[in-house]
């Protein structure tokens, strides 16, 4: 190991870091899912436990623990904010970048690992999602590491650690985001198995594997069947069955949805690895290991095209496929140099990102042109009043990938490879410097005024509350104490809206509403409204009764 992390894995590393650690907390947490996740690891801080996931303290039964206590333990070293809560993920990035290194060399040799690697660095979601509090980066890494150790098994000595290791994987992705784990990686290695030892043997592996994955996970459940009660372990259950047969808070979409999804967001690398469909990029390569990842994008791909509730990351564990296999090509490339169409279709895919990067700012900037893109009453009402604070640099990010552009087109002849390598580096700086100076002006347009408003009343003794829509903003930004939680107060879940609006309440309440879809609460009179008038969100106020 030493001889690959000497030079390019200590460089690599670096690049990460460089790329996604400063000001990684520059931005607010985006709903739903990155305040959902932060506020249960502050909940845990908050409370002292750090076995029970709870939002707004009530039991959490949507996803296991593991997750959160990267974050708490990031929140406990950095304070609870932005940083800390995507802390975790850059830290993963950075495991995940060198892990993919190691792999190439083992599997092939030095030079694919490195190609590998910056693919993986080089491609816009793979990028992306380092910089992100989203769970996926966690559990996607076990799980690839699941397969990997799986695979070390059948090829290498002391089979027994590798499965064990491969279980303990497994069991880390299970205790991340819960059973479907199981179901991802299993299929591709069950397939495999069957196909090399007969299914004796695969049957055995398989059993050794799936034990020591579901042993955390199963102590868990049960301690939380054992604080809750039956409810909790059957609701778990039921939420993971919904996702498969509904889309879930409106989360839907069509069949093709996450083929459309990989194609587009994993640019290079996507449109690179169609080539490895063609038998000559394939002779060099173990057959094993390419088969078992092709499963693994077909199960990734199929699986959640069946789900039918539709989300952009739900596919992200198909990003470890599909740049192989695009290493697979490009490393083959690396040798001759000879077919100028691999360089053209990289060109082209950091053109487009280049391109959409450069637009996305100036098409937010022009008013006029969002008031003719956009349907909705709210979103169309904050349009109209928002002035965001344009600096007139924001293209500067979409600027460095067409930098690298410019310049691997001049090194296109002279230094191909060098070229490749310009393109991938170029994007990996274009989006993370996008997340740095773009992102927080995207916000002025969705949550700004909201998570600012939240957080002016962390030290007072008030509850926040929205009506008529779904967030956990005012929980994570407006730091909600136990003791004004319908869990601290005795009230049932049901009737905490209609507590809060008529109920005997030991405080003052803020409701939080959009303008548009509030005519019910502006007919009462107990309520007095905060803040400009004008504005899209609107707060209320309801005062205390001493």
Same mark, same amino acid.
């Given at each position: 190991?030493?001889?690959?992390?000497?030079?390019?894995?200590?460089?690599?590393?670096?690049?990460?870091?460089?790329?996604?650690?400063?000001?990684?907390?520059?931005?607010?947490?985006?709903?739903?899912?990155?305040?959902?996740?932060?506020?249960?690891?502050?909940?845990?801080?908050?409370?002292?436990?750090?076995?029970?996931?709870?939002?707004?303290?009530?039991?959490?039964?949507?996803?296991?623990?593991?997750?959160? !206590?990267? *974050?708490?333990?990031?929140?406990?070293?950095?304070?609870?904010?932005?940083?800390?809560?995507?802390?975790?993920?850059?830290?993963?990035?950075?495991?995940?970048?060198?892990?993919?290194?190691?792999?190439?060399?083992?599997?092939?040799?030095?030079?694919?690992?490195?190609?590998?690697?910056?693919?993986?660095?080089?491609?816009?979601?793979?990028?992306?999602?380092?910089?992100?509090?989203?769970?996926?980066?966690?559990?996607?890494?076990?799980?690839?590491?699941? %397969?990997?150790?799986?695979?070390?098994?059948?090829?290498?000595?002391?089979?027994?650690?590798?499965?064990?290791?491969?279980?303990?994987?497994?069991?880390?992705?299970?205790?991340?985001?819960?059973?479907?784990?199981?179901?991802?990686?299993?299929?591709?290695?069950?397939?495999?198995?069957?196909?090399?030892?007969?299914?004796?043997?695969?049957?055995?592996?398989?059993?050794?594997?799936?034990?020591?994955?579901?042993?955390?996970?199963?102590?868990?459940?049960?301690?939380?069947?054992?604080?809750?009660?039956? !409810?909790?372990?059957?609701?778990?259950?039921?939420?993971?069955?919904?996702?498969? @047969?509904?889309?879930?808070?409106?989360?839907?979409?069509?069949?093709?949805?996450?083929?459309?999804?990989?194609?587009?967001?994993?640019?290079?690398?996507?449109?690179?690895?169609?080539?490895?469909?063609? @038998?000559?990029?394939?002779?060099?390569?173990?057959?094993?290991?390419?088969?078992?990842?092709?499963?693994?994008?077909? @199960?990734?791909?199929?699986?959640?095209?069946?789900? *039918?509730?539709?989300?952009?990351?739900?596919?992200?564990?198909?990003?470890?496929?599909?740049?192989?296999?695009?290493?697979?090509?490009?490393?083959?490339?690396?040798?001759?140099?000879?077919?100028?169409?691999?360089?053209?279709?990289?060109?082209?895919?950091?053109?487009?990102?280049? %391109?959409?990067?450069?637009?996305?700012?100036?098409?937010?900037?022009?008013?006029?042109?969002?008031?003719?893109?956009?349907?909705?009453?709210?979103?169309?009402?904050?349009?109209?009043?928002?002035?965001?604070?344009?600096?007139?640099?924001?293209?500067?990010?979409?600027?460095?990938?067409? @930098?690298?552009?410019?310049?691997?087109?001049?090194?296109?002849?002279?230094?191909?490879?060098?070229?490749?390598?310009?393109?991938? %580096?170029?994007?990996?700086?274009?989006?993370?410097?996008?997340?740095?100076?773009?992102?927080?002006?995207?916000?002025?347009?969705?949550?700004?005024?909201?998570?600012?408003?939240?957080?002016?009343?962390?030290?007072?003794?008030?509850?926040?509350?929205?009506?008529?829509?779904?967030?956990?903003?005012?929980?994570?930004?407006?730091?909600?104490?136990?003791?004004?939680?319908?869990?601290?107060?005795?009230?049932?879940?049901?009737?905490?809206?209609?507590?809060?609006?008529?109920?005997?309440?030991?405080?003052?309440?803020?409701?939080?509403?959009?303008?548009?879809?509030?005519?019910?609460?502006?007919?009462?009179?107990?309520?007095?409204?905060?803040?400009?008038?004008?504005?899209?969100?609107?707060?209320?106020?309801?005062?205390?009764?001493?």
């Amino acid at each position: 190991m030493k001889h690959w992390i000497r030079q390019p894995g200590l460089l690599l590393a670096a690049f990460v870091i460089v790329t996604v650690l400063p000001l990684l907390g520059n931005a607010y947490l985006f709903d739903w899912d990155e305040v959902n996740f932060a506020e249960c690891a502050r909940e845990m801080i908050a409370t002292g436990d750090y076995l029970h996931p709870t939002i707004d303290f009530m039991p959490f039964w949507e996803k296991p623990p593991l997750f959160f !206590w990267l *974050q708490a333990a990031a929140m406990h070293m950095f304070g609870v904010n932005e940083f800390a809560a995507r802390f975790p993920n850059a830290l993963i990035g950075i495991i995940n970048v060198l892990f993919i290194l190691w792999v190439g060399r083992r599997w092939i040799d030095q030079q694919f690992g490195i190609v590998w690697a910056l693919l993986w660095i080089g491609s816009l979601l793979p990028q992306f999602y380092m910089h992100s509090g989203l769970i996926d980066p966690t559990f996607n890494l076990a799980m690839f590491a699941t %397969i990997v150790f799986a695979l070390e098994s059948q090829r290498a000595a002391r089979r027994w650690l590798w499965l064990s290791l491969s279980g303990i994987s497994l069991g880390l992705a299970i205790l991340t985001k819960g059973p479907v784990a199981m179901l991802l990686v299993g299929l591709p290695l069950i397939i495999v198995w069957l196909k090399r030892n007969g299914w004796k043997r695969a049957v055995g592996d398989s059993a050794t594997v799936l034990v020591l994955s579901l042993l955390p996970f199963v102590v868990w459940l049960l301690s939380d069947r054992s604080e809750y009660g039956q !409810w909790f372990v059957r609701s778990f259950v039921e939420y993971q069955l919904r996702l498969l @047969t509904t889309g879930d808070a409106g989360h839907s979409g069509p069949v093709y949805y996450h083929v459309v999804v990989l194609l587009l967001g994993c640019i290079p690398a996507s449109w690179i690895a169609l080539a490895a469909v063609r @038998t000559r990029y394939r002779h060099h390569i173990p057959t094993e290991q390419t088969q078992a990842l092709g499963l693994l994008l077909i @199960t990734v791909v199929v699986v959640f095209s069946i789900v *039918q509730t539709k989300i952009v990351h739900y596919s992200s564990l198909a990003y470890y496929p599909l740049t192989y296999f695009a290493a697979v090509v490009l490393s083959r490339w690396w040798h001759q140099c000879t077919e100028r169409w691999l360089l053209f279709v990289t060109i082209l895919g950091s053109s487009l990102l280049a %391109i959409a990067l450069i637009a996305t700012p100036l098409v937010l900037s022009n008013q006029a042109l969002l008031l003719r893109l956009v349907r909705d009453d709210f979103a169309r009402s904050i349009v109209e009043t928002t002035i965001p604070h344009w600096s007139g640099v924001e293209w500067a990010a979409g600027a460095l990938v067409a @930098t690298a552009v410019v310049i691997a087109a001049v090194f296109i002849k002279r230094m191909p490879r060098a070229a490749v390598v310009v393109l991938l %580096i170029g994007n990996a700086l274009g989006i993370s410097a996008f997340l740095r100076i773009v992102a927080p002006r995207i916000q002025d347009f969705t949550q700004r005024r909201f998570v600012e408003f939240c957080r002016a009343y962390v030290q007072r003794d008030v509850i926040l509350q929205p009506i008529g829509f779904k967030t956990y903003v005012h929980l994570f930004y407006g730091r909600r104490q136990a003791e004004r939680s319908p869990r601290g107060l005795g009230i049932p879940a049901a009737q905490w809206e209609q507590f809060l609006l008529d109920g005997d309440v030991p405080c003052n309440v803020v409701f939080i509403a959009k303008r548009t879809k509030a005519a019910d609460l502006l007919r009462r009179t107990d309520l007095v409204q905060l803040d400009d008038p004008n504005s899209p969100w609107l707060f209320l106020l309801r005062p205390h009764k001493k």
